[in-house]
Structure formats: structure tokens, C-alpha cells
């Protein structure tokens, strides 16, 4: 396994993560269908290859999935990096949603408990609320960090916009700061690269990647006659916004590349996202050992430059204003001095 500190801060984590989404059983049963004797040979298949970091959430699972997780780590939690998120709904009552200051104190209690430990080491909001004050939930993030329960803090699934103002907001109040953003990227879903990673890379934060197989529809196991298949996870959790005719050109390529490696489309996919130097860590989230094996194998695959660089011209998204604008205004001069 190879390893890589969690942004700018001193927290080491494994570059493959453990996804713990699938743990538990409910209203998504194509995604929740792992139960404990599967989850606790996937834990243990994960912790035996190195992996040291394991990712879940309150909402997965209605909070099952970190029962599950706090239960099967067990004695080996000291040994590991659990992050956790609050922001989704959590029961039927108003306050019972959100990031204000009295959901994220509820839910981080219940996270503490449902997990059977006394710290969480990264607890991260889950979305935007635009009904509570920033300043009143990066003000509690800090008071969660100051009274031992947190350990680092992070953000999912947030604009830009929004996390500069947050981070501007930390360092003028003197309050912990944000050392992560968790976002969904993948090879064929790449605007995050038009105004996140860069500035998280301006900020010195770890980028940690949710479904970096796009679903799973990078793997390649999915064809154009079995997309529609009930039985399969895309069925119904088919939410991420890409062009499935477009998805499976690329693939083509990929499966390309992959054949000369004597890789899986899921490795090279993988291995793409993590020689990113923004890419702290990819989240794999498996339901069968088979499926883990394949996806830990990606952290030691390394792409060559010419792969890597046809990968990316492959899938680049296009330019936006204005950033396209900045592109072509460019002092030729100054560019050409200092090697752009």
C-alpha cells in the first residue's frame, strides 16, 4: 500500500481508502446489501493490504453502516483513519437535518456512539446548507475539534465558492480549518478541474475522491444491452451526470491501455485519479472480495507518461469562462520565460 499525508496537515492516510457505503441493508438495495459476515472478511481483506483509512456516514444505511464499521474494526481501530460525515436527514424532525450548530453536536454524539469510539479523526459536512449561517457551522466544527470528540475537519460536496469563503472565515477566527474536501471525480467526471482542485491545491488541501468508478460504470462490466438490469448498482443509483454513449468510446481506450498492463479498466481508471498530486486518497466501496482485490491492486499500478497524458486528452473538459478567456489572453512573453 502506498501512503500520503491528508492535505497540508500530519494525518497519513492509505492512497486506496475503504468506502463503507454498501454496509448494511434499506431504501437503496442495489448500494446497502453487505452483510456483517461479508462486511467483516472486506474489512479484514482491506486492513491486511494496508489500508488505513475507512470512510462512512450517518445516512448510510440509516446509520447501519457505522454500526457495522465501529463493530468489525474493533480492537484494530487505534491502527486506523475513520472519517464520517453529518448533514443529511437523520429523522422526521426539522432540527433533525442541516448543519446548524445543534444538528452537528447531535449527530456527532450519535455518530461517537454508533461507531463504539470515543474520537472521530475526520468528521466531514456532507452538503451545503443554505439555511444555516457558515459562520455557525465552521464555529461548531471548531468547538467539536477544541473539545477532543474531532480530530480533522472537511468538507463534500461543496462549491468552490463556498469552501474559500469557509477557509477565509477559519483563518481570520483563529478556528480549526478545513484539511479536506471529499468530491466526486472520476475519469469521465472531471469539472471539478475548472475552480475546485485548483483551489484546493492553492490551499494546501487533500482532495479524497468518492466513486472514482463513476458508479461503476468504469469498471467495465457494464455493456449498452445491461444498463437497464435491475440487479445492477447503476439501476438504482444512476445519479452522476455523463453521457453513457461518450462513457463507453472512452472506455474503449481504457480497455486498451489496461490490455498492455495486463490490468482491469477499473485499475487504469484508478491509477489515473491517483497519480493526480491533489488526490489524497480514492474511496473504493466493494461488496465482494473479488471486487476489492481488483480495486487495491490499482495503488501499485503506475501509468507511464504517455498513458497518462492520452487519458487526458481523452476525457479533458472543456473550457469554461473564464477560464478559457485567461487561457488565450495569455502574455505570450512572459509565458514562453517562465516555460508555460
Given at each position: ?116 469510539t470515543d474520537y472521530i479523526d475526520l468528521y466531514i459536512v456532507h452538503k451545503t446548507d443554505p439555511f444555516t449561517p457558515l459562520e455557525e457551522t465552521l ?202
Amino acid at each position: 500500500m502506498i501512503y500520503s499525508r491528508l492535505g497540508h496537515s500530519g494525518l497519513i492516510v492509505s492512497k486506496v481508502a475503504f468506502g463503507a457505503m454498501t454496509f448494511g441493508s434499506g431504501n437503496f438495495p442495489t448500494v446497502y446489501k453487505v452483510g456483517r459476515d461479508e462486511a467483516q472478511q472486506l474489512v479484514d481483506r482491506a486492513l491486511d493490504a494496508g489500508v488505513n483509512f475507512f470512510d462512512t456516514a450517518d445516512a448510510y444505511a440509516d446509520g447501519q453502516s457505522e454500526e457495522m464499521l465501529g463493530r468489525l474494526l474493533g480492537a484494530r481501530r487505534k491502527e486506523t483513519i475513520v472519517a464520517t460525515k453529518a448533514g443529511n436527514r437523520m429523522g422526521p424532525g426539522v432540527t433533525q437535518a442541516g448543519l446548524s450548530r445543534k444538528h452537528l453536536f447531535d449527530a456527532c454524539e450519535a455518530s461517537l456512539a454508533r461507531l463504539n469510539t470515543d474520537y472521530i479523526d475526520l468528521y466531514i459536512v456532507h452538503k451545503t446548507d443554505p439555511f444555516t449561517p457558515l459562520e455557525e457551522t465552521l464555529e461548531a466544527l471548531n468547538d467539536l475539534v477544541r473539545s477532543g470528540k474531532v480530530r480533522y475537519i472537511g468538507y463534500s460536496n461543496w462549491p468552490a465558492w463556498m469552501a474559500a469563503q469557509a477557509v477565509q472565515l477559519q483563518r481570520e477566527r483563529g478556528w480549526a480549518a478545513f484539511v479536506n474536501g471529499q468530491m466526486y471525480y472520476s475519469l469521465i467526471g472531471r469539472d471539478l478541474e475548472h475552480e475546485t482542485i485548483p483551489f484546493m491545491e492553492a490551499n494546501g488541501m487533500g482532495l479524497t475522491v468518492w466513486s472514482p468508478l463513476a458508479g461503476g460504470f468504469l469498471s467495465g462490466k457494464y455493456t449498452r444491452d445491461n444498463l437497464s438490469d435491475p440487479n445492477n448498482r447503476l439501476s438504482g443509483f444512476d445519479f452522476l451526470p455523463h453521457d453513457k454513449e461518450w462513457g463507453f468510446s472512452a472506455l474503449e481506450t481504457v480497455r486498451d491501455i489496461a490490455g498492455r498492463y495486463g490490468a482491469s479498466p477499473a485499475q487504469v481508471s484508478l491509477a489515473w485519479l491517483l497519480a493526480k498530486p491533489v488526490v489524497s486518497s480514492v474511496l473504493i466501496g466493494s461488496s465482494r472480495l473479488s471486487q476489492l482485490d481488483d480495486n487495491l491492486a490499482a495503488a501499485e499500478l503506475k501509468l507511464d507518461a504517455e498513458d497518462l497524458a492520452r487519458l487526458d486528452a481523452l476525457t479533458r473538459p472543456a473550457p469554461l469562462y473564464p477560464n478559457w478567456f485567461a487561457e488565450a489572453t495569455l502574455d505570450p512573453i512572459a509565458a514562453k520565460a517562465l516555460g508555460r
